[in-house]
């Protein structure tokens, strides 16, 4: 098994150790050197296989040479021989030895190295994510989640923080505020890490805070460790863990943040904290701790426990202490967090529907609710779908998540003889399931209570004239949809209720296409209809593919891909269709008919998950949705 043994330089991989002869692969970074040392015992041979290096070898004479060396070149060392190797470039050497690898004597080290093994060096070095506290700053946003859970292009703000990282190192978080559900959360997602979490009760009392915090972790992190804020997002390569040194952003506000004053070499000088006379270099969350005793020592010792950076206070306690100036996006506060989702490309505060349901497209596909008997019933639907959901199910208290299945959603093709052939694989679908007789109450919640719930919701959002007042849409003049709707007799849609294997949410961007395989794979399924988890009403699925084919539901993700201008009575709207999408509507009502299903009945439904769906979404696309139920009700047999 391989050893691997962390350097402030690289890094050293121990393939053999016997009491013959020592194996390693050494890693050296570019720019870095080894300590300037010698051995009294041990014998050594290096080959250089990858890089450039400036070697530094005593020669018989007791002079030491300097050479240039480059791969497939080797040097012996001899002792008492004093060596050194600078890299030039990455570089990496091949180095077998005598067994007594305790033997270094460091003449003179960047780091300040003691002589001989250093037991820090063989640990795994460690990442404290502080992720404690409750993000006030964010408003509701983090009524149900930690701050940490947020997602920014569908990806929670801690992944884009772990995954700077090694994964082989050690993973401390420190938990507080909605701490379970994220811990939920880092065991979904990164299930082959190595993970500790550190419970903080008193996460929202006046001694609370970052320093406060990382003191209760540190029995795990006696050695060095980075820490890091759980709302800083760092877009450059994060420098190695090589020494002590802070993280900072060039700032022109000064009273927001910690703020650095350094010398021209990069060496800290001192802190203003908070303070509108401070520097322009910005501390931003994330930081090198090498001396990691003396930083123990400096949070404990200092008055101010609560604020982490009074550990640095006094920079000449350690053996040195410096800045890397790194791209920095901050989420602490509303107005940062908007401007790094616009930095990603994603949408600002575009988070969330009624349910704080969240959705995070990673590694795997993850879906976070507050609710764990919405999680329950979720797995319950996965049950009853079995082989037409994706592999790696997996249901926690709060979470749900499978395997990513290889292909692209439906809408990504636009192909009619792929909706026709999955129009093939849904009826297979509907015919090998077990039909059973449903409950009119069900049906009643479902389609009754729900409909006037959100018909009331977007009421109270945009006006009472959008039920009553009569609309020109399109260049067609329409009757109002108070008068439209009241001529549906949702209590038709009770006659003989049937359950059946259902989706929920059957539309095109919810159903995988593999084309290797021409195989068809449900995501993101219903968790119940109304109350059942064993099935729901087939129409509902029938209504909801054909609702996808008149407004493509991906479109819902895309900028500018509606338009709609509105006057006092006068609505104009448009928006993007798919060419082979259009064509497969008219196919599908066929087949609806020929299927002795009430297209009629199909229709109704897809304007009531108009309606349903209007409240929800932003202004221009709820509206459209609104318009779409006049039209399709108002052309209802």
Partial sequence: MIKTVHKPWGKEEWLELNDAYCYKRIYINAGYKTSYQYHKFKKETNYIIEGTAEVWLENDEGVVEKKIMKAGEFFNVTPP??????????????????????????????????????????????????AAGIGSRLGNLT????????????????????DKFPKEYDFVVALGY???????YCLTSFPNYNFTFVDIDDFDTPNSGPGATALKCKSYLQRPFYFTTADCIIDSPIPHLDGNWLGTYPTSYPEKYSTIQIDLKGNIIKFANKDTQGYDQAFIGLASIWDYNTFWSQLENNPEKGEIVSAFFDPNAYSSFKTKQLKWLDTGNLDDLNKTKLYFNDNPLSLYKETDEITYKENKFIKFNPSSTFISNKASRASALNNLIPTGFNAGNNFISYDWEPGNTVYNYDSLEIYLNFLKFFNKVIKSSEIYKGSTSIFDKFYSEKTNNRKQKFLDKYGNKYWEQKFTINGTA????????????????????????FHGDLQFDNILYNEETNKFTYIDWRESFGESTKGGDIYYDLAKLYGGCIIPYNIMKQKNSIKLSEGDTVVNYSYDNLKALFKFKSVYEDWIVSNNYDLNKVKTITALIFLNMSPLHDEKFGKMLWFKCIEILSNVD
């Fill in 81 to 130: 021989k004093k060596h050194r190797v600078i890299a030039i470039t990455d570089i990496i050497l091949q180095e077998v030895s005598t067994p007594e690898v305790d033997d270094v004597f460091r003449i003179n080290d960047e780091f300040n190295r003691i002589d001989g093994k250093i037991e820090s060096e063989h640990a795994t070095p460690a990442v404290l994510i502080l």
């Fill in 478 to 501: 329409y009757s109002s949809l108070s008068e439209v709707f009241n001529k549906i007799d949702i209590k038709t849609f009770h006659q003989n209720p049937l359950y059946t294997k």
């Fill in 178 to 184: 909605q701490g379970d559900s994220l811990k939920e």
């Fill in 143 to 162: 009524k149900n989640i930690n701050k940490a859970m947020l997602p920014i292009n569908n990806k929670a703000i801690i992944s884009y923080i772990i």
